[in-house]
């Protein structure tokens, strides 16, 4: 049995953009929930980064219960640097609050000097044992039909003979289908019924890196140069390079490339055509895009590719190299340039390499 306290809040998170252009108008938000038996019904809040910005805000929350606060005074700098941003609630119900030990937190941000377009990852797990998987397919190429310049997909295999183990064990879905959308959202539904919004809502979060390279093809070896330019000064990074070597138009002769097809005959609905295609579709009727094979620098990205310490303008390089298997078709194969936070395993930007 416990006994709450009258006005007592909690700060249990807080939400600011990870990179923010300079000059521009940020939202921080404050995720504060009611630990109290009173309902709170205004709130004192706090960001401090060398000056106090003390706001009160009306707001209704129930006991038990949680919301977010936008807080009304913007975060904007016009200077290049990482800045750390103290966060408290200061009073709950124009009093003090009864236990203030859980009022507190810290948030950063980065002010980058040029934001740069972002490349939606989709990552999406799939099999030919998986009856559903055929909606991944669909999904994937819908939104390569309507958004073929903002996102990159990328079919990692489950359990079938395109199955690269470390693709699938770092990706580690917990469902088929399903996706990792930047290393951020995890295990979301493929489907064509909603892709697209994954994508429309994540290619405008901010950037401070453009990402560029080539790759070349000689014999069964590629290399892949890359490049990425960043626009923040920060003297204690975390991030990664890493390269996805993919294949379009891959085919097999063998059972293990074969489609299981849960959508046949249209009882659970309409889904690209595969509505008209047996139960199992043979694999001569089979063609699979966006497969991932091989992992340059591993799925969490090679050590050593960016420096502790970048400035703004400064520029990072790498090149990797693979041996392109036999069977594989070197005209299909693809490169895509990831820049991974190794702080949290998250993309923070991708570009698609020119050949």
């Known amino acids: ?58 707001t209704n929350i129930a006991p038990g219960a949680s919301t977010t606060i936008t807080h009304p005074t913007k975060v904007s700098y016009s200077d290049i640097n990482t800045k750390n941003l103290n966060l408290s609630i200061t009073k709950v119900n124009n009093g003090t609050d009864s236990n203030p030990s859980d009022n507190t937190g810290l948030a950063s941000t980065s002010v980058a000097s040029q934001i740069i377009p972002k490349k939606v ?66 295990g979301v539904d493929p489907g064509p019924s909603g892709i697209n919004n ?54 097999g002769t063998t059972s293990g490339y074969a489609q299981k097809n849960y959508y046949a005959g249209g009882g659970n609905g309409a889904m690209g055509g595969f509505e008209n295609l047996p139960a199992t579709v043979p694999a001569a009727q089979m063609v699979y895009d966006h497969v991932g094979r091989a992992l340059l620098g591993g799925y969490q990205g090679q050590d050593g590719s960016v420096p502790a310490a970048v400035t703004d303008g400064s520029t990072a390089s790498y090149s990797f190299n693979y041996t392109i298997p036999a069977s594989y078709v070197a005209d299909n194969i693809h490169a895509v340039v990831l820049l991974i936070d190794s702080n949290d395993g998250t993309i923070v930007n991708a570009a698609k390499l020119t050949k």
């Not at 709450?4 to 929930?33: H, M, P, R």
């Not at 073929?148 to 879905?173: K, W």
Request: hydrophobic share 35%.
């Open 1 to 58: 049995i416990e006994t709450l306290q009258d006005n007592n809040a909690k700060l249990v998170s807080s939400n600011i953009a990870k990179y923010i252009a300079a000059g521009s108008q940020n939202d921080l938000k404050f995720t504060v929930k009611n630990v109290g038996s009173n309902p709170i019904t205004s709130v004192e809040l706090n960001w401090n980064d060398g000056t106090d910005h003390t706001a009160t805000i009306a």
């Open 198 to 251: 994954f994508v429309t809502s994540r290619k405008n979060i901010p950037t401070p890196v453009k990402l560029s390279g080539d790759y070349s093809i000689t014999g069964t070896q590629l290399t892949a140069n890359v490049n990425g330019q960043f626009f923040i000064n920060n003297p204690n990074t975390n991030f990664k390079l890493a390269v996805i070597v993919t294949e379009d138009g891959v085919k």
């Open 121 to 186: 990852v989709l990552e999406e797990g799939t099999g030919t044992w998986c009856g559903w998987c055929p909606r991944g397919m669909v999904g994937l190429n819908k939104v390569n039909t309507d958004y073929p310049n903002d996102q990159i997909s990328i079919a990692v295999h489950n359990n079938d003979p395109m199955l690269v183990n470390a693709y699938d064990g770092g990706a580690a879905f917990s469902g088929f289908p399903g996706m990792n959308v930047d290393r951020e959202l995890k």
